[in-house]
């Protein structure tokens, strides 16, 4: 039996012999609603559902965990719902960045088969992969805010797994404002939520034309 695929979008078992099962019978119904699962490359049938679970477990346990400021978690399909986490925080003392990484990368719906951690200040949306990535190229330093965390718990569904110790790493990305420069820091050039929704709604019909609307 088998292959089978899996969330991570590969195949990650070999074929294996497997208990016989004689059918006898078979019951049915006409229009079913079939409860199944495709794991496959994301985006599948079931990646969006396991984002939303796992952004608020990962939420609940690292308040649990006494980490404060958190303003959303977003877990991103493209990473299979487990392998690029974002967190975004009020930062409120020196080194509260770097904790809230450690604790997402650490805790239990963060820690298995996980990649990326990103942890971005209260005004970038964990969910926007484009603010995110903004964040990470505008305020993370390569070679000061990337943390690695070695040996890390993983398991047989990675596809870069290191079969000798079953573990991987982490890169815990800091996207932060430094703390020590928040008073001082350039300020984002941008236009206001409602100036954005005039100009929506005032050239409606032009951006609907260029799917924008």
């Given amino acids: 039996e088998g292959p089978f695929g899996e969330f991570t979008g ?3 078992s070999s074929p294996s012999q497997q ?3 004689e059918v006898k019978r078979v019951y049915y119904r006409d229009d079913p609603i079939l409860g199944i699962a495709s794991p496959m ?7 969006f559902s396991k984002c939303v679970m796992k952004a608020g477990m990962i939420w609940d346990e690292v308040e649990r965990a006494g980490l404060s400021g958190v303003t959303g978690v977003w877990v991103h399909e493209f990473g299979g719902a487990r392998m690029f986490n974002v967190l975004a925080i009020k930062q409120a003392y020196p080194g509260h960045a770097r904790q809230a990484g450690l604790l997402a990368a ?9 990649r990326f951690v990103v942890v971005v200040d209260e005004d970038v949306d964990p969910s926007d992969l484009f603010d995110v990535m ?3 190229c505008t305020r993370c330093d390569p070679a000061s805010d ?10 047989p569904l990675d596809p870069l797994l290191d079969a000798a110790s079953s573990t ?3 890169a815990i990305i800091d996207a932060c404002r430094p703390y020590e420069r928040l008073a001082d820091f350039p300020m984002v050039a941008r236009a206001s939520p409602e100036l954005r929704q005039k ?6 019909d032009l951006l609907a034309t260029i799917g924008c609307g």
Avoid: H, M, T
Avoid at 199 to 204: D, L, N, Q, T, Y
């Fill in 106 to 114: 650490g805790c239990q719906s963060g820690s298995y088969l996980g």
């Fill in 134 to 136: 903004w964040a990470i």
């Fill in 41 to 47: 490359r994301p985006p599948s049938d079931f990646s």
């Fill in 10 to 12: 590969y195949y990650a």
């Fill in 19 to 21: 208990p016989l099962i």
């Fill in 199 to 204: 100009v929506k709604e005032k050239f409606a």
């Fill in 146 to 155: 990337i943390e690695f965390v070695r040996r890390a718990w993983s398991g």
């Fill in 168 to 170: 991987n790493s982490r």
